[in-house]
């Protein structure tokens, strides 16, 4: 998928992946792709949330696609909406290259002990 990590905490994460090798049949970026890219980064900021004794286990994400991209990159943030001892929330907002809303995503990744 080409990921790279650009900024990692437990309240954010930003990376980005190229749109070259992540499209459809038509040369658009593939939906799935995306949701890929989301629940990358929610889940690596939900790993950090959770700490080293804990792991972090997707249970829910949802995405809308917004527009297509066909070339360049797409940067993903991953901002925290509730980090609790059981849950934590995120809300990823991916960007094309010219700063437009290419998917909004929502992943819910339940804590659990080691």
Same mark, same amino acid.
């Given at each position: ?10 309240? +954010? #994460?930003?990376?980005r992946m190229p749109v070259e090798g992540n499209t459809q049949p038509y ?7 995306? #949701?890929?890219?989301?629940? *990358?980064?929610?889940? #690596? ?8 004794? +804990? @792991? ?7 995405? @809308?696609?917004? +527009?297509?991209? *066909?070339?360049?990159?797409? @940067?993903? #943030?991953?901002? +925290? ?13 991916? *960007? ?8 909004t995503s929502r992943l819910t990744c339940l804590l659990r002990d080691n």
């Amino acid at each position: 998928m080409g990921v790279e990590f650009l900024e990692v905490s437990a309240e +954010r #994460v930003v990376g980005r992946m190229p749109v070259e090798g992540n499209t459809q049949p038509y040369g658009l970026l593939h939906g799935g792709a995306s #949701v890929v890219l989301a629940e *990358t980064l929610g889940s #690596v900021a939900a790993a950090v949330h959770a700490g080293h004794d +804990r @792991t972090a286990v997707g249970i829910e994400i949802n995405a @809308t696609h917004h +527009r297509s991209a *066909t070339s360049g990159v797409v @940067t993903g #943030v991953a901002t +925290r909406l509730h980090g609790g001892r059981t849950l934590a929330s995120y809300e990823i907002e991916i *960007t094309d290259e010219q700063g437009r809303r290419v998917c909004t995503s929502r992943l819910t990744c339940l804590l659990r002990d080691n």
